[in-house]
């Protein structure tokens, strides 16, 4: 069998409160599969953004052990940590996080530069990213002269620019109306299922949940259950 492309074993992080020591994750253990699409649920402060950030090298657990692809994250240096975070994971978050001086081309092929690709390969990755989500009509404009379904959809394309093993979300609709939470996790499911990404994503939305394949809920740090199989919804 294939090996879970996320291996976690006695995961715990603790942060420091001047003297106190405050539990964010209390050693959990989880597998994740390839081509998986899982939700992370639980209230706030449960430390489902805490584990997403560890699997996706952003946080370093205070011990234990998180693999991705095989490799420890926490053990790299802060700047093979980087190169690796750029090959291989996309982030996609609440606030979108583009940068407003900047066109939704331009957003997109800010991870292209900091690879080797030649102005025309970035281009065509660039152009192939936005077509996939919906966005090629869009391309010139500035975040502030989009919608904000149109600014998540940019800040997907430019999680898939670079072909990354993994797409972490965080809260990826919690900015969003209905309509357009609906279309964002519909195109997170495409991905996952069409493209074959493994998709992680954090929500305390039942709704955003129910896309996903499987959900693991947290609590005060600790993994309270695993649901399996859930009850996925599909949109063709």
Known sequence: MTPPIVQIRELSKLYRHGDIDVTALD?????????EFLALMGPSGSGKSTLLHI???????????CLVQGT???NLSETALAEWRNRNVGFVFQTFNLVPVLTAY???ELPLLLTSLSSRERRGHVEAALELVGLSDRMKHLPRQMSGGQEQRVAIARALVTDPTLIVADEPTGNLDAHSAADVMILLQRLNREMG????M?????RAAA???RTVHLEKGEMLNDSGQSSVVSHQ
């Open 106 to 108: 331009e957003n997109v």
């Open 197 to 200: 990404k493994t998709v992680i």
């Open 55 to 65: 699997i996706a090298g952003i946080d370093r657990p205070t011990s234990g052990e």
């Open 27 to 35: 050693r959990i253990t989880l597998d994740i599969l390839a081509g």
């Open 72 to 74: 420890d994250v926490a």
């Open 202 to 206: 954090v929500t305390h939305d039942p």
């Open 211 to 213: 896309y996903a394949q």
